[in-house]
């Protein structure tokens, strides 16, 4: 089973980590680390202990046949005892780190009531550990990301158009999505036309597209756990001024961020290259959100490209890049592609076309 290996190099570096912060064992709650230390693909309903001589993934008799399918864990079920009743004793003897930034306050104390000490809190345990992804990862990015360019054609070839609603066009990108053996959406696609373009998270609505309108569309596939994201702006017919050169501005500073990309620049001085084109073109005021983000198991994960980055760009990180520029009387666009960072630079994953396109 090609996924054992995986798991195994993941649970000696959870121990690794629990030691480099004072303890020696670790309770994961959060349904992505659940997922990526057991495999496990419901994993909202799963918690995992990882002591330094067992690893177990414990959830509830409704996922008997899945878990034991799926676990490279052993499973332990919570049969009419709570979750954390069975985790208090799987820790038994173990100095544990948790989840500060997910256990709940409630399992918290009673973990600390039943140990009669608190257990270390530790933020963002396992995010040194997941922001650099495997060669088989990556293999999974990249192919969230090919179901997202193919969506992304399926929809222009009919779906985007004048007189679709939003709706319908999130509808057929998820349609084919699930179709063509994707797991589900990254998140609810984002259809913005017309006014809503000022949007940067406007969730498809009930609006009817129209000619002129410049649409964006955010959105991707999700494959064996991993999540894409991409982000177009398509014309329907002539795009008025100053929308029309706010998106050359918007594809340049994109466009000039990739290139810059490469192991060693920081996730601040990133984000600048885009933040000075735009400001440069006298939109630095309407670029009002961060260039990029990882993604992985989730859609939002390390590192960070942004103003207030602490990140420095690995070989084999993946990340968006997506500038993006926004006004109430005027809408706004952003252009979104992922982007492998590799040894000699980058590649970019997203091979959908991105220039200015009218339909
Ligand atoms: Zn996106
Ligand atoms: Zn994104």
């Known amino acids: 089973m090609s996924a054992k290996p995986e798991i195994a190099e993941r649970l000696e570096a959870l121990r690794a980590r629990a030691t480099e912060l004072g303890g020696d064992a670790v309770l994961l709650s959060a349904p992505a680390d659940v997922r990526w230390a057991s495999g496990f693909t419901t994993p909202q309903d799963g918690k995992v202990v990882v002591t330094r001589d067992a690893a177990v993934l414990i959830t509830d008799s409704r996922y008997t046949v899945q878990s034991a399918q799926e676990s490279a864990l052993e499973v332990r079920m919570i049969a009419g005892r709570t979750w954390i009743e ?21 399992a918290a104390r009673t973990l600390e009531d039943a140990r009669k000490a608190a257990p270390i809190a530790a933020v963002d345990l396992t995010r040194p550990l997941r922001i650099v992804k495997t060669v088989l990862e990556q293999e999974r990015l990249r192919e969230a990301a090919r179901l997202t360019d193919a969506a992304f054609a399926f929809v222009l070839d009919g779906a985007l158009r004048p007189g679709a609603r939003e709706v319908d066009v999130a509808l057929a990108l998820e349609r084919y999505v699930r179709e063509q053996g994707g797991d589900r959406m990254a998140f609810d696609a984002i259809i913005a036309g017309g006014p809503r373009s000022a949007m940067p998270h406007g969730i498809a609505s009930a609006r009817v597209l129209e000619r002129g309108d410049l649409v964006t569309l ?17 014309a329907l017919g002539p795009v008025a001024e100053p929308l029309r050169s706010w998106f050359d501005a918007v594809l340049g500073a994109q ?27 006298g939109l630095g005021d309407r670029f009002v959100h961060s260039l990029g983000h990882g993604t ?10 942004s103003v207030r980055s602490k990140d420095v760009l690995e070989a ?20 979104e592609d992922l ?21």
Do not use: C, N
């Open 296 to 305: 992985g198991l989730e859609i939002h994960e390390g590192p960070a490209l």
């Open 339 to 359: 982007v492998l960072v590799t040894d000699s630079g980058s590649e970019v994953l997203s091979h959908a076309p991105k220039g200015y396109l009218e339909l």
């Open 218 to 234: 955010d959105f991707g596939a999700v494959v064996d756990g991993y999540h894409a994201d991409m982000t177009r702006a398509v």
């Open 316 to 335: 084999g990180m993946i990340v968006t890049i997506e500038p993006g520029v926004y006004d109430p009387e005027v809408g706004g666009l952003r252009i």
């Open 255 to 281: 466009e000039a961020a990739i290139a810059a990309l490469r192991p060693g620049l920081s996730g601040i001085d990133a984000d600048a290259v885009a933040r000075d084109r735009l400001a440069a073109a």
């Open 86 to 106: 069975v985790a208090i004793d799987l820790l038994a003897g173990s100095t544990p780190v948790v989840q500060a930034d997910h256990l709940t306050w409630h």
